[in-house]
């Protein structure tokens, strides 16, 4: 069974760019995945910031962008702000109507 | 505005049955499909399941295929998921969320907005 593969962890200083990244544990990923991004906090719904590999969803502040890095979607960060520490998760569109979600990343902003 | 809002979540025993249902409003509701994603105490996000905007296609992970059932009904703009045979490792908030597969007009493939999500507890 494929996994979408995530950084378990990552740390960027305020002010600082970061990328998190969205792979296969079997293959690469391409726009085909259509892959999104979503952002939680503890106790908190998740919210949409990129979908279809760059497009941000409304309302979701440009230092959020999405593209395509080697074999793997990208989330970038760039500007980091305290309330940007919080868990991510990618989802890739696995066709045949699955969509699977990557184990999420703990981004830390310190 | 778009909403989402969950009900018929709550304590249940292994092997007992549950019924969530996601009522949706600001969006017409049969032009979009509709998932049901979850997460476990302390664990990230997992999709569960998925239908098609008229209803005609459904679409399960592995994990609950042939003990939860998916449905909805557009005259009243709601989201359902039937779980039977529930299991200590279904513990878990349930998300309803809009998107992540095909109406008759398009396709989605992610998700735009969410429910608040409701706790469903399996244990004896």
């Known amino acids: 069974q494929t996994v979408v593969t995530q950084e378990p962890a990552l740390s960027v200083s305020p002010g600082g760019t970061v990328t998190l990244t969205c792979g296969l544990s079997?293959?690469?990923?391409?726009?085909?995945?259509?892959p999104s991004w979503y952002q939680q906090t503890p106790g908190q719904a998740p919210r949409t910031l990129i979908y279809?590999?760059?497009t941000r969803s409304s309302g979701v502040p440009d230092r959020f962008s999405g593209s395509m890095f080697g074999n793997k979607a990208a989330l970038t960060i760039t500007g980091a702000q305290a309330d940007d520490e919080s868990d991510y998760y990618c989802v890739l569109y696995m066709g045949n109507g699955i969509v699977v979600f990557g184990g999420g990343t703990k981004l830390t902003v310190l | 505005e778009v909403q989402l809002l969950e009900s018929g979540g709550g304590l249940v025993q292994p092997g007992g049955s549950l019924r969530l249902s996601c009522a949706a409003s600001?969006?017409?509701?049969?032009?979009?499909?509709m998932s049901w994603v979850r997460q476990a105490p302390g664990k990230g996000l997992q999709w569960v399941s998925a239908?098609?905007?008229?209803?005609?296609?459904?679409y399960y992970a592995d994990s609950v295929k042939g003990r939860f059932t998916i449905s909805r009904d557009n005259s009243k703009n709601t989201l359902y998921l039937q779980m039977n045979s529930l299991r200590a490792e279904d513990t878990a908030v349930y998300y309803c969320?809009?998107?992540?597969?095909?109406?008759?007009?398009?396709?989605?493939?992610?998700?735009?907005?969410w429910g608040q999500g409701m706790l469903v507890t399996v244990s004896s």
């Open positions: 279809s590999t760059n």
């Open positions: 600001g969006f017409t509701f049969s032009s979009y499909a």
């Open positions: 079997s293959g690469s990923v391409s726009t085909r995945y259509y």
């Open positions: 239908i098609s905007g008229l209803g005609g296609s459904t």
């Open positions: 969320a809009k998107g992540g597969g095909c109406s008759s007009a398009s396709c989605q493939y992610s998700f735009d907005y």
